[in-house]
């Protein structure tokens, strides 16, 4: 079975830039996550999606970042404009739906603002 | 809002002894505990569940406990193994809302 994939591994941009990350799950998951991880603190939700809707978003400043899940399976998650408080790893996740199970989480994006 | 807590950043252990890494939390509705391994510049990989209506949960070497009147859980590893060094994160869930620990780094030396 293959993983959740993310794309790029790294990227660097400068204040005031816009960046976009990619995912696609695992086949079948339904549940799809982004997490923001800000070094030395735990993964911090960012958006959930089931199937193309959007679960939950409570959490996404929504001023600068935004997020699609076309057709229920692959997302992508915008900033803009990105700011020196965004550098941070955004990690993907996917799941079957009950939280037992676990998530699947991709190796995330490291994203560095100067 | 820090409702996971691991206070502990880091923790050293010898190969072979019982690794015991503990987790707080403050949201009493939390329905499920999980542990979470990372290894760097990977993604968080599942490692071990339990349901709130249950006190211990086994898979080979690694054990959960919770104690829901303290509000506590904690992984045991035993016995510790090198390949174990990694960070660990607890989480918590309730309505599929997962809330992560800060996380511990485990260093088992040989």
């Known amino acids: 079975e293959a993983g959740v994939a993310q794309s790029p591994r790294y990227k660097i941009i400068e204040k005031r830039q816009s960046v976009a990350f990619w995912c696609n799950p695992i086949?079948?998951?339904?549940?799809l996550y982004w997490y923001q991880q800000i070094l030395g603190q735990g993964p911090k939700l960012l958006i959930q999606?089931?199937?193309?809707?959007?679960?939950?978003d409570s959490q996404l400043p929504k001023d600068r970042f935004s997020a699609e899940r076309l057709k229920g399976v692959d997302s992508t998650l915008k900033i803009q404009p990105a700011k020196l408080e965004d550098s941070a790893v955004y990690l993907c996740?996917?799941?079957?739906?009950?939280?037992?199970?676990?998530?699947?989480f991709g190796s995330g994006t490291r994203l560095t603002v100067v | 809002d820090q409702q996971v807590k691991q206070n502990s950043p880091s923790l050293s252990v010898q190969e072979g002894r019982i690794s015991i890494l503990n987790c707080d939390y403050t949201?009493?509705?939390?329905?499920?505990f999980l542990w979470y391994k990372k290894y760097p510049a990977e993604g968080p990989t599942f490692l071990i569940s339990?349901?709130?209506?249950?006190d211990k949960n086994e898979d080979g070497r690694f054990t959960v406990f919770l104690n829901k009147s303290a509000k506590h859980l904690s992984l045991h590893i035993v016995p510790s193994q090198p390949g174990d060094s990694a960070v660990y994160f607890c989480?918590?869930?309730?309505?599929?809302?997962?809330?992560f620990g800060a996380g511990t780094r485990l260093t088992v030396k040989p």
């Open positions: 999606f089931q199937n193309n809707g959007v679960v939950d």
């Open positions: 949201n009493s509705m939390f329905d499920y």
């Open positions: 339990i349901s709130s209506i249950k």
């Open positions: 996740a996917s799941s079957l739906g009950h939280p037992i199970y676990g998530y699947t």
């Open positions: 086949s079948g998951h339904a549940t």
């Open positions: 989480a918590a869930s309730v309505n599929n809302d997962m809330r």
